[in-house]
């Protein structure tokens, strides 16, 4: 593990799949990020998605017309990230290169870079992704933090700042694929959408808002609070494990999709939400966490 640290916060980093595994409050020690010291509920802790969001039709995509296998939320998470650059204590960088097995699924020279860095206020995350290649790269990328509940889910909100109201969410189905349609969120009071497991025992919600500034995960007493920025994220998407009544949340800033039911697998270049880098190009999404 790698550990960053600051006088009001420390985490940790595994180098597999560079995964935020702690975020910890000096002062009272409070634990911000989910681990399941238990094994009964999920895992992981806050996963990368790259170079894919949700799981692909068929487990498959296609580029120009060829096929290539894809897993669940890509394949990012699941390597080693092989460079290792600290900056003073409290940051560091790592970064994920092409291998012979990426390349078998995903046909591209990429690096995958993510730099976390402690702040007063908490954790800035920042992702840059590089194309060394002489070919367009679409990619999907998401973050996928769970976060520790001291309560249970029903006391807790998570509020969309800046988004138009009502809001909306994409259609689901069958599970985890969307179903093309954009809907009401009629859960959602106003920008607040008031927790439960009943509200998502039937899978994840994806939040459409890319008008949003940030979303705001917050105790309804006032004790406890999680502001994610989310200007280079128009999506947003809120899971827990359905039906286990699990004492953590996931709040996943989204820059891409799942893909949409279908009996064919998906065009990358023509999928909804994705990002296609030009030849030899970059770019770069970052959020800031704000610990309360």
């Known amino acids: ?35 399941d010291t238990e094994g009964k509920y999920w895992g992981r802790h806050a996963p990368i998605l790259f170079p894919s969001i949700g799981k692909s039709n068929n487990d498959q995509y296609t580029l120009a017309g060829d096929k290539f296998g894809m897993k669940q939320h890509g394949f990012a ?5 092989s460079s290792v650059t600290k900056e003073g204590t409290n940051s560091v960088t790592l970064t994920q290169h092409a291998n012979g097995e990426t ?57 969309v700042n800046g988004a138009k109201t009502p809001l ?62 989310l200007q280079d994220f128009p999506y947003l998407t809120l899971w827990s494990p359905e039906h286990k009544n699990a004492p953590f949340v996931c709040v996943e800033p989204f820059n891409g999709l799942p893909d949409q039911a279908a009996d064919a697998p998906t065009d990358w270049f023509k999928k909804a939400g ?8 970059s770019a770069t999404f970052g959020y800031t966490a704000t610990l309360n």
Do not use: C
């Not at 593990?1 to 597999?16: G, K, P």
């Not at 998470?77 to 990230?81: G, S, T």
């Open 168 to 229: 909306t969410k994409f259609g689901i189905g069958p599970v985890p694929f969307r179903n093309g349609a954009v809907e009401p969120f009629t859960e959602a009071k106003g920008n607040t959408v008031p927790l439960s497991h009943e509200l998502l025992d039937d899978g994840l919600i994806i939040i459409n808002a890319p008008e949003a500034t940030s979303a705001t995960l917050a105790a309804n007493d006032g004790s406890y609070s999680v502001e994610l920025s």
């Open 103 to 159: 390349e078998a699924s995903y046909p591209f020279a990429y690096a995958l870079s993510v730099t976390y860095t402690l702040t007063a206020s908490g954790l800035e995350v920042s992702y840059t992704v590089a194309n060394g290649d002489d070919k367009p790269m679409p990619f999907a990328l998401g973050s996928h933090p769970g976060f520790a509940l001291s309560q249970p889910l029903e006391n807790y909100t998570v509020t």
């Open 77 to 81: 998470r699941d390597y080693e990230f």
């Open 1 to 35: 593990m790698i550990t960053i640290e600051n006088d009001q916060f420390s985490a940790e980093i595994n180098r597999l799949g560079a995964e935020l595994t702690t975020l910890t409050r000096k002062a009272d020690g409070r634990q911000y990020i989910w681990n």
């Open 274 to 281: 994705n990002t296609t880098l030009a030849a030899n190009a």
